[in-house]
């Protein structure tokens, strides 16, 4: 069973950074994608980045380009996502996705994804 344990949100001045993690366990994640998702309140859940874990291919959501980069770590079996520039806007809960994918496609729907962590929360105060 594939575990996703999310961390690294928190209160944060607009214009400022965090940087969340995501550890998997459970498998051996060589042929995962890897994604990560916010939801506001209100609103439904939308695609930030994701990562390909063997490639390292990524892929990123038009208003993440620029500000958000995605990385894993293979030995500590983590990903991360490092937000930058951050805006009042990028308020939600953020959420890691995991999805076995042999195809290694670039995966930016959440129905797409089968393994989700409880998420965790970012607050950008303007």
């Known amino acids: 069973q594939v575990q996703l344990v999310e961390s690294g949100g928190g209160l944060v001045q607009a214009g400022g950074s965090l940087r969340l993690s995501c550890a998997a366990s459970g498998r051996t994640f060589d042929i995962y994608t890897m994604g990560w998702f916010r939801q506001a309140p209100g609103k439904e859940r939308d695609f930030r980045a994701s990562?390909?874990?063997?490639?390292?291919?990524?892929t990123y959501a038009d208003s993440a380009k620029g500000r958000f980069t995605i990385s894993r770590d293979s030995a500590k079996n983590t990903v991360y996502l490092q937000m930058n520039s951050l805006k009042p806007e990028d308020t939600a809960v953020y959420y890691c996705?995991?999805?076995?994918?042999?195809?290694?496609?670039?995966?930016?729907?959440?129905?797409?994804?089968?393994?989700w962590g409880q998420g965790t929360q970012v607050t950008v105060s303007s």
């Open positions: 996705a995991a999805v076995r994918d042999p195809s290694q496609l670039r995966r930016t729907r959440a129905d797409e994804y089968d393994y």
């Open positions: 990562i390909t874990w063997s490639g390292g291919r990524t």
